[in-house]
């Protein structure tokens, strides 16, 4: 057990539901999918990487490997009714490998979704890709399986996420992973900063059109928020704009 996500059930149990959100717990193996069910989770999530080397120094097995070690998930989620969510990292580059190609992305998010899982998040763990690349993945991966099954995880290290996601938009996608203040990271991808800010992610869509149904200052309120519970600074522009325009 990771020391850190020790709590988690903890963490779980603490919120009240809101009816149309959907809750994926991160499970990397058949125990840990035990004790999502244990508390009630009704949606689990699996991830894997695009980059054989990333991968043996997150989860020390290969890609195989840690396909193989989901089957047991699979079929035990099909037969408990719960729904399966898949996450691929390092997309677009590797902090170990470098750049990584499309077709080995093709090959995980394809095997992810025929092994069951309903949607696959795509992640730019280090946050390398530009508009260009993203685009080309999300078409790449939309000519395998259903564009309504592709999601986009992009970190904002170089400042590009937002780019990238609203190439992605362009490209057809429709579901954008994001954290509030874009919290985050990862300890095997040095340097990486958190996945783009749910403020900036919210802007972006409510200027091209999109409704997400969320409060945009709310949302810059939290994010100061918690930043100052963590001692940082929000990594959020927009966030940090609306709160100095208010």
Not at 123 to 135: C, E, L, P, Q, R
Not at 167 to 190: N, Q
Not at 208 to 228: N, Y
Not at 235 to 246: H, I, T
Request: proline letters at 3%.
């Amino acid at each position: 057990m990771v020391p850190q996500l020790s709590d988690a059930a903890e963490v779980y149990t603490g919120f009240s539901a809101v009816s149309g959100v959907r809750y994926p717990v991160l499970v990397p193996n058949l125990v840990g999918y035990e004790r999502a069910l244990a508390v009630g989770a009704r949606e689990v999530a699996v991830f894997t990487a695009a980059s054989e080397a990333f991968s043996m120094k997150n989860t020390n097995a290969s890609i195989a490997e840690t396909l193989e070690r989901f089957q047991p998930i699979f079929e035990r989620a099909k037969a408990d009714g719960i729904a399966v969510r898949g996450y691929v990292s390092c997309v677009l580059g590797c902090p170990y490998q470098g750049e990584i190609a499309i077709d080995d992305v093709v090959k995980v998010a394809r095997t992810l979704h025929l092994m069951g899982c309903y949607e696959i998040s795509l992640g730019d763990t280090i946050g390398v890709g530009t508009a260009n690349k993203a685009s080309a993945l999300m078409r790449a991966v939309a000519a395998e399986i259903p564009i309504s099954a592709i999601a986009g995880h992009f970190h904002d290290t170089y400042g590009q996420a937002v780019a990238n996601i609203a190439a992605s938009l362009e490209a057809g996608i429709r579901v954008f992973d994001s954290s509030i203040a874009g919290l985050g990271g990862c300890p095997y991808a040095k340097g990486a900063t958190g996945n783009v800010a749910t403020e900036d992610l919210v802007y972006l869509l409510e200027g091209m059109g999109f409704s997400c149904g969320l409060d945009l200052a709310e949302l810059a309120r939290v994010g100061a928020w918690i930043s100052q519970v963590l001692g940082r600074e929000s990594q959020s522009r927009a966030g940090r704009a609306v709160l100095a325009n208010a």
